[in-house]
């Protein structure tokens, strides 16, 4: 009688191996923040990893073939005025690359196919809404210029990149958001919050559908989405243990599994390759990188291996599968990053005497082609990543053929909306070009009688001929003020209820209470505002507190 011992899997070899020391990148002033990110990124054409800059924040960007020793004045990618908390390439155009700061500010980069010369400092676009520092960025997996922001303002926000506005404003995090990852085709978001819950989220409404207590522990918790639709999780206990978790989406609160590793204090990424079901946990302060395998039946996450190397790691990126080496059995690639200034190049290979392409470790995978638009996304549609086979390698499309474009328009959280002649002359006007990326501000003025004293605010009427509407680098907005005289109706300011109509004496001289008038360049309804509130109602929210519509950046 003979009876398996051991069970069978064809990752059970897998082993990783450390490239020599000038095949990998050296002196590299890596970023000291002690914000929880991995301070890395990396596609099939670049390698992008934070910095530590003077004057701003920054981060280096290194083309694949540029090893050994970094020169110290190597060119960056600055342009933040503060510390550069979070990177991500775009999945659909290697090129272009995510930034998040403590400036409160995202900006998005076009980079070169030969990488950078000089030190680059002008966007392609920034996205500005954040009222404090942005420490995640997230591409859709499948949808155009779609990209998930998360600051310390509790705010999640979903940009179309392509036209630079927000798509939706989630406010439904009473703590900060610590992580974020989507489903499959992008249709689920599940997210962890500093309260210990996790959170399932319709991305398109920000409702959410499911929520629960991850970890116990006061740390911070990751969570992300498999492939079938499990959520695996990492955190820590009451003790400050570090556990991973597998959970069912509809059963937050009863883990499948719950298992605790060490009394490390270290946050543990979960990086996880969909293609082989691989999840590896890499540590911040840890000198291992573990690696398990899910299936679907128990105990459903079994343990492999664990990679070992003396030098503890402070940021870690993996290659996506379109990058990995075919010929050499390759099915992951790490880039770690140490305090001493070292990116170490980790190759986690699976044992094979073949030299023939092996199907079975290289099923298709997702390619850097888009699915949906980022309208048909906002708009219901779902589906699946373009899948491409490697069976004859990967030849990533050059930056000519695939360049970022952004195109200024309406907003399409605006309430109630219009938009008229001078809409789509802005609209056609504002195109942005790679080299171009600043859009200069234009004027534009309306041929219509001043509003009656004491208008109503739900009247959609265009602002009188002596107010002049700017076009701002943030999108569309104006503001206005003009003195109503003591005959003026009552009117109050929707924000704070005070009577913006009456006079106010003074004791030197009578004059009249100001207001503001707020009106989008695309034909959104005026509306009335004290500029007592315009601190708070304008700089602080950037929404019109009367129509709820997007205001961008206030401009004095």
């Not at 500005?128 to 859709?140: A, D, I, K, S």
């Not at 474009?405 to 195109?431: M, W």
């Not at 109503?484 to 929707?494: A, D």
Request: proline residues 7%; hydrophobic residues 35%; charged residues 20%.
């Amino acid at each position: 009688m003979s009876f398996r011992v051991v069970r069978s899997s064809k990752f059970r070899h897998v082993y990783g191996t450390a490239l020599k020391r000038e095949q990998c990148y050296d002196n590299i002033r890596v970023s000291k923040s002690s914000w929880d990110s991995t301070f890395c990124a990396v596609n099939p054409k670049f390698l992008a990893i934070i910095v530590e800059s003077a004057g701003g924040g920054a981060f280096i960007v290194l083309p694949h073939n540029k090893v050994g020793r970094i020169s110290p004045d190597h060119p960056l990618v600055g342009g933040h005025k503060g510390p550069v908390l979070d990177i991500a390439w775009c999945p659909h155009n290697d090129n272009v690359i995510a930034s998040g700061s403590e400036d409160c500010v995202v900006k998005v980069w076009q980079i070169p196919d030969s990488g950078i010369s000089r030190t680059l400092t002008e966007p392609v676009v920034d996205l500005q809404l954040h009222q404090r520092r942005v420490g995640l960025v997230l591409w859709h997996p499948t949808a155009l210029n779609v990209l998930l922001t998360a600051g310390s303002d509790n705010l999640v926000i979903i940009w179309n990149v392509g036209t630079g506005e927000p798509l939706v404003k989630m406010n439904c995090h009473p703590d900060i958001v610590y992580s974020a990852c989507w489903n499959w085709d992008g249709s689920r978001l599940v997210t962890t919050c500093k309260d210990k819950k996790i959170r399932i989220i319709d991305p398109r409404c920000g409702k959410i559908l499911e929520e629960d207590i991850a970890h116990e522990g006061t740390k911070a918790t990751r969570a992300i989405y498999l492939r079938g639709g499990l959520i695996f999780t990492t955190g820590f206990s009451k003790m400050s243990e570090r556990q991973y978790s597998l959970r069912a989406p509809d059963m937050l609160g009863e883990p499948i599994v719950m298992v605790e590793l060490d009394t490390s204090n270290g946050v543990m990424f979960p990086l996880y390759d969909p293609d082989t079901s691989l999840v590896y946990l890499c540590g911040k302060g840890d000198s291992v990188i573990r690696y398990f395998e899910i299936t679907p039946e128990p105990p459903f996450v079994h343990y492999i291996n664990t990679f070992q190397t003396p030098d503890p790691q402070r940021g870690i990126g993996i290659m996506p599968k379109r990058g990995c080496d075919v010929n050499s059995c390759e099915i992951s690639r790490f880039y770690r990053l140490n305090n001493s200034g070292f990116c170490q190049v980790v190759s986690m290979t699976v044992p094979r005497k073949s030299e023939l392409f092996q199907e079975d470790l290289y099923p298709d995978t997702p390619g850097d082609t888009a699915a949906i638009s980022a309208e048909e996304w906002i708009n219901g549609t779902d589906a699946e990543p373009l899948l491409i086979s490697l069976r004859d390698g990967y030849q990533p499309t050059t930056s000519k053929n695939n360049q970022l474009k952004v195109i200024k328009k309406a907003n399409v959280l605006g309430k109630g909306a219009k938009v008229g002649a001078n809409a789509a002359q802005n609209s056609s006007s504002s195109s942005l070009s790679l080299q171009n990326s600043t859009i200069s501000q234009q004027h534009y003025a309306y041929e219509a009688s001043p509003p009656p004293i004491g208008f109503n605010a739900q009247q959609q009427q265009p602002p009188p001929p002596s107010y002049s509407a700017a076009v701002g680098s943030s999108g569309v907005i104006i503001v206005h003020q003009a003195a109503f005289g003591p005959e003026s109706q009552r009117m109050t300011c929707p924000h704070c209820r005070a009577d913006v109509s009456t006079r106010v004496e003074n004791e030197s001289n009578s004059k009249t209470h100001l207001f503001a008038l707020l009106c989008c360049v695309l034909g959104c309804m005026p509306c009335a505002i004290c500029p007592y509130c315009i601190d708070t109602c304008l700089v602080k929210k950037h929404f019109c507190p009367a129509c709820n519509a997007y205001l961008g950046q206030y401009d004095n």
